[in-house]
């Protein structure tokens, strides 16, 4: 179904705005989700043309392999606005534009405003859309957030007040561009489609859950970014929260967004808060030295451009958390999640009690091919194949009853993944229709914002050893040892492979 709005995109010169929307509105555009009714005022500092701006928009789509008609009638749509967003008298110019192009186009008045600039200007933006009355009486006025959501719970609560003075929270959409992935939208297909999982969902049957957001890159060129940030509120306060709410949430009762976010909000409620010694036993951070993979040197992250050569920043997570309610008390929920780690892989591991008694564990002297059964494993590959697997007890062939472990394992095809929708297009066409299940809610910010600061300010207190992991592994001993006091391991050993070829040497 076709579409209706004007896009501002604050930040239209942005990497981001290049990398993901431009793109992201093309595939809308070839699929008939615009059409010819809509149209998207790019804004920056920097002086550009109309002219100069679409054909950094036809660059942006080059990829996909627009025919030079497509990619001509698409980019005619866009609009560039020279934009200071201090600047009150800037708006109206904008206001202006806006009006004309809703009158050109036939817009009735929809907009979605996407904030895809340095958040410290986030605030000012809503408050003079709102002051200058670019905002309409008629059609949406939608609010499109990037991350960060702020960079603590004061923050975040202040840049919250300021928004909502001129949007409604069912207006804000607040990315988090792993709530757009296919499979992490499947974490609810698999659960609440597949009895024979959610009848087991629970901690009468599950000993723990894994999810580990691994990355082999290290930070590249953002190291002014991250050294403000840190791998903590970088990954572990927006996605790996998202998802392990919705690994832990309780069956929505439609699936609906204000159902999905209300159970959501419900776990990361019951999410234990740490005090500080807890915190210093149940969460472990690292930072990655130089090391070699495969070949490959990697300097260490104090080297990295932009990085303080004494920097105590984190690039590395585990840790465990405890949800206190009836389904999950007494279940961890390990989680993990670094740069410069052995491969890039986002995965879940859903780790299944043993059998209560295990009939095959017998020490039978005359059969030496006796092996205890594997506990269950059901793995979610979120990136970068797509799919599920189980991880079950066969017997070996031949004599005696020795078990083996067998994988039922779904992988989807690479021609499908390639051609599936991207995060972007999907929450961009999310936002457009005004659904608001893939984005985050205030109160699920709120809550992950609290837990995180307790880590954060626990950290404080203590100086870290860093570096304390070797590029190319899978982070610091310590990340290992967490799992040990529990009689647990980590299920994804990826450095193990390359280990045992020595292709990894630490
Ligand atoms: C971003 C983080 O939110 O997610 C980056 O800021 C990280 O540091 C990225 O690299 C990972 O996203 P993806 O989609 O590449 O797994």
């Not at 690994?247 to 500080?276: C, G, H, N, W």
Request: no cysteine.
């Amino acid at each position: 179904m076709e579409q209706t709005a004007l896009f501002t995109i604050f930040g239209g010169t942005g990497d981001l705005a290049k990398r993901k929307l431009y793109p992201s509105l093309f595939r809308l555009f070839k699929k008939g989700s615009l059409d010819y009714r809509f149209a998207v005022i790019g804004t920056a500092r920097r002086e550009w043309t109309d002219d100069y701006y679409r054909e950094v928009v036809k660059e942006s789509i080059q990829e996909l392999n627009p025919t030079s008609d497509e990619a001509f009638a698409f980019a005619s749509h866009f609009y560039y606005l020279s934009h200071d967003v201090n600047d009150a008298a800037h708006y109206n110019e904008l206001r202006e534009l806006s009006n004309t192009l809703d009158e050109k186009y036939k817009l009735k008045g929809n907009r979605l405003y996407y904030l895809a600039m340095s958040p410290q200007f986030f605030g000012t933006i809503v408050s003079h859309l709102k002051d200058q009355s670019v905002l309409t009486d008629t059609g949406f006025n939608r609010l499109v957030i990037e991350k960060p959501f702020g960079s603590d719970l004061k923050t975040a609560t202040i840049l919250n007040e300021q928004i909502t003075t001129a949007f409604a929270e069912e207006d804000i959409f607040r990315i988090d561009h792993y709530l757009g992935k296919e499979m992490v939208q499947n974490i609810a297909v698999i659960r609440f489609a597949n009895n024979i999982f959610e009848s087991l969902w629970n901690n009468r049957y599950i000993e723990n859950v894994q999810v580990t957001f691994a990355e082999s890159l290290g930070v590249e060129d953002r190291g002014g970014y991250y050294e403000n940030s840190g791998a903590l509120r970088d990954m572990v306060q927006n996605h790996i929260l998202q998802v392990v709410a919705l690994l832990a949430m309780e069956v929505p009762t439609s699936f609906s967004d204000k159902s999905i976010r209300q159970e959501k909000i419900k776990v990361l409620e019951a999410i234990r808060r740490y005090d500080k010694t807890e915190v210093m036993k149940n969460f472990t951070r690292g930072q990655y030295a130089a090391g070699s993979l495969d070949d490959k040197e990697f300097i260490a992250y104090r080297d990295e451009p932009n990085v303080a050569s004494d920097s105590n920043v984190e690039t590395f997570v585990a840790g465990k958390f405890l949800i206190d309610n009836f389904r999950w008390s007494g279940v961890p929920f390990y989680i993990r999640t670094g740069k410069r780690m052995t491969e890039k892989g986002t995965r879940i591991n859903i780790v299944f009690k043993q059998v209560p008694v295990n009939v095959f564990n017998f020490n039978n002297e005359s059969d030496n091919n006796v092996q205890l059964a594997e506990q269950n494993v059901l793995t979610i590959y979120i990136q970068p194949t797509e799919g599920f697997s189980l991880m079950l007890n066969g017997k070996q062939i031949g004599q005696g009853f020795a078990t083996e472990p067998v994988k039922l394992d779904f992988r989807q095809s690479e021609e499908i993944t390639v051609n599936s929708p991207e995060a972007y297009e999907k929450l961009l066409l999310d936002a457009l229709h005004g659904d608001g299940t893939n984005f985050s809610h205030w109160d699920e910010v709120r809550n992950s914002w609290e837990i995180v600061d307790r880590i954060r300010v626990a950290w404080e207190h203590f100086i870290p050893s860093f570096p304390n992991y070797t590029a190319g592994t899978m982070g610091p001993n310590e990340a290992f040892d967490l799992l040990k006091a529990d009689g647990a391991r980590w299920i994804w050993r990826p450095e193990q492979w390359y280990k045992q070829r020595n292709k990894l040497d630490y």
